[in-house]
């Protein structure tokens, strides 16, 4: 919420920028790895924001869906038809079209847990390193606590508490139980590194003056050192986004992630699963293939981008 | 006469901060696992009602009442948080909701099959790991080396549970080579049930173990490699060669035993990992260990069974994480030398 609150940018915000004017641009330009990755990105974003414009058919239209359809494989297998390009699932959806709206769930999820546990991470590392003393102690104590879980196994266990809370949950609470399993377990990189920098941060002779003319802490933390302390954040937010899509698929897969109503990548997969026996591969092939291309290409322009933005590396 | 006594002053400092050390890990142990009881004490105490969830919707008040009082439920918050932990200790959790049956038991039924899996995944870990990474390093710059670094970036970003699929559509489906389903046959010791010991068994098992110890086996290669590189940079590896040393002894005589110290924690931190993560891997194979039987409990909201697991893992955890962090402490020359120095 106070991630853009600064209206005057400091003079690392507009060095920021001429980064990005320069060297940055140009590394990108001489890199074909992450030319590649942003294309593959740009081209599932694109496809799953604009799904009901770009997929052939609308999946979850019952209407349309005719079970004489169902399983056929993909056009170039025999068998296969051309109003279907990848084949047809159980239920005669589109698998080409039930990718883009997947995506769009699994991508919505990954961004809106990202979101969230940078603000809460970023909220929590600024007091941590701000103020010291018991706060810094308590938030670091819960983060040491954290990473000594695999973060799989905290989101599934947030999950299971909130199924339980919640037994005949809607859909849309099902969605915010799943984003908050993600990003409770997602906050803790940004908490550090936000964290590190702020103890930098706070002995800088600016934080200096504007305590000397009397700005409360708050306003100093949020008006002057979160502008600072965000380039890293940038950076671990890429890297995250994969890793939070793959958390959502695990637990879609899992069976305990987006409702089955709206089946994301992971679920996909699922309901594929269990048709891979009886040779119909493509169900299960296409929506792995899709969220391995996805995280790969996220993860790959993720290390290009902290690769660029180091200077020790240039 | 100086010397001696800053000797002595050294090793009562390190003593100290070693006594220090121990005791703050310790401390931070029990902490966590506190923490964790109270969790899994909360989950008892507010999500679900146990008095429903026992007698169904349908009791009177009255048999509420006594059932309440019988479970102590009307006995103040501490006294019952206590005697949830002396319970937990002893491995009490109650009753399954869903199977209606001891979580101690189901818990001790199915431990066998996670444990073996994760201990068999680790080992494959280490046994392609190391000589992968070995090989890597050795063979730095030439295109098989590349080729084997590039694929080991697979192992690292495909979802676990991708990689089991396609070995499963590769090894079970198309060649039929591998069962993919179960455990196969088992071997009970009263109580323990191993699969290690048949044909069968072992065959159920190769998937699921490669696929549990894909992310770990690639791990360790890139951190052998990482290690390996370092050290043959080293002086004393040029001091081996110019004393016209075998490349076989230099390479696994003297640079390959110093990698091996990181190499060996990074495998034990990574073991409570492994059995975490069969979670996933039980799932795709239907193995049945701890992790599906925890997965039903999270999708059944079985709180007992996950209150139990809960308190199982971390245990497993926090006990790993203890050992380690003593074992580096003993094991990590450069605080020793401290001690030795003068």
């Not at chain 1, 938030?139 to 037994?167: E, N």
């Not at chain 1, 002779?205 to 000397?212: D, F, K, L, P, T």
């Amino acid at each position: 919420m106070a991630v853009d609150a600064n209206p005057h940018p400091t003079p690392s915000a507009s060095a920021l920028r001429g980064f990005f004017d320069g060297d940055v641009w140009h590394s990108f330009r001489s890199s074909p790895v992450a030319m590649l990755a942003a294309v593959i990105t740009l081209i599932c974003f694109v496809c799953a924001l604009f799904a009901e414009v770009v997929a052939p058919h609308n999946p979850f239209d019952l209407a349309t869906l005719e079970l004489m359809d169902s399983l056929k494989p993909p056009v170039w297998v025999s068998g296969g038809e051309s109003k279907y390009l990848l084949g047809t699932d159980g239920q005669g959806r589109d698998i080409l079209s039930a990718l883009m709206y997947g995506a769009r769930i699994s991508l919505l999820v990954g961004i809106a847990s990202v979101l969230l546990s940078i603000v809460i991470g970023v909220s929590l590392g600024l007091l941590a390193g701000f103020l010291g003393g018991r706060t810094d102690a308590f938030v670091m104590r819960i983060c040491d606590v954290m990473l000594s879980f695999p973060s799989i196994l905290v989101a599934l266990m947030i999950s299971g508490v909130g199924r339980s809370l919640f037994p005949n949950a809607p859909d849309a609470l099902a969605f915010v139980v799943l984003v908050l399993a993600i990003s409770l377990t997602g906050w803790v990189q940004y908490a550090r590194t936000v964290r590190g920098s702020t103890l930098v941060e706070r002995n800088k002779e600016y934080v200096q003056a504007a305590r000397v003319i009397g700005v409360g802490s708050f306003r100093i933390m949020r008006r002057h050192v979160l502008p600072n302390v965000l380039g890293p954040v940038l950076v671990l937010a890429t890297i995250q986004i994969a890793s939070a899509i793959i958390t959502e698929a695990t637990l879609s897969f899992l069976g305990v992630g987006v409702p089955v109503t709206s089946p994301s990548l992971g679920t996909l997969i699922r309901n594929g699963n269990d048709y891979l026996f009886s040779g119909e591969w493509w169900i299960t092939a296409w929506p792995s293939l899709t969220l391995v291309l996805i995280t790969l290409s996220v993860n790959l322009l993720g290390d290009w981008l902290r690769d660029a933005l180091n200077p020790r590396l240039r | 006469m100086i010397a001696s006594s800053r000797d002595t002053n050294a090793r009562q400092a390190f003593s100290n901060f070693m006594l220090v050390f121990i005791l703050r890990r310790l401390a931070q142990a029990v902490v966590v696992m506190l923490s964790v009881a109270f969790i899994a004490f909360m989950l008892f105490q507010y999500v679900g009602d146990p008095v429903t969830n026992l007698l169904g919707q349908d009791a009177t008040e009255e048999q509420r009442t006594a059932l309440r009082k019988d479970l102590g439920l009307d006995q103040p918050f501490p006294v019952q948080f206590a005697r949830f932990a002396v319970n937990a200790a002893q491995g009490e959790f109650g009753i399954s909701l869903r199977q209606g049956r001891k979580v101690s038991s189901l818990i001790v039924e199915r431990f066998p099959a996670t444990l073996e899996l994760a201990l068999v995944a680790g080992l494959i870990a280490l046994g392609f790991g190391i000589p992968l990474g070995v090989y890597a390093a050795l063979r730095r710059g030439k295109a098989s080396a590349q080729l084997l670094m590039t694929g080991t970036l697979f192992g690292v970003s495909l979802p676990n549970f991708v990689i089991g699929i396609v070995l499963i559509w590769v090894f079970a489906v198309e060649l039929k080579w591998l069962p993919s389903f179960g455990r196969g046959e088992v071997v009970d010791f009263g109580g323990w049930t191993s699969g290690l010991l048949t044909r069968d068994g072992l065959l159920h098992l190769i998937l699921p173990a490669f696929t549990l110890s894909a992310f770990q086996l690639t791990l360790i290669m890139r951190l052998v490699r990482a290690e390996m590189l370092e050290v043959l940079r080293t002086d004393y590896i040029r001091f081996a060669r110019a004393r016209g040393l075998t490349n076989r002894s230099v390479y696994f005589g003297h640079a390959l035993k110093n990698t091996l110290v990181p190499v060996i924690t990074i495998t034990g931190l990574q073991l409570g990992s492994l059995i975490a993560f069969a979670i996933i891997t039980e799932q795709v194979f239907q193995w049945p260990g701890m992790g599906l039987l925890f997965i039903q409990a999270v999708q059944f909201a079985d709180i007992p069974v996950m209150a139990a697991y809960l308190c199982l893992i971390s245990l497993i955890f926090v006990v790993i994480n203890l050992g380690v962090d003593l074992l580096y402490f003993a094991v990590d020359p450069r605080l020793r030398v401290e001690g030795k120095a003068h």
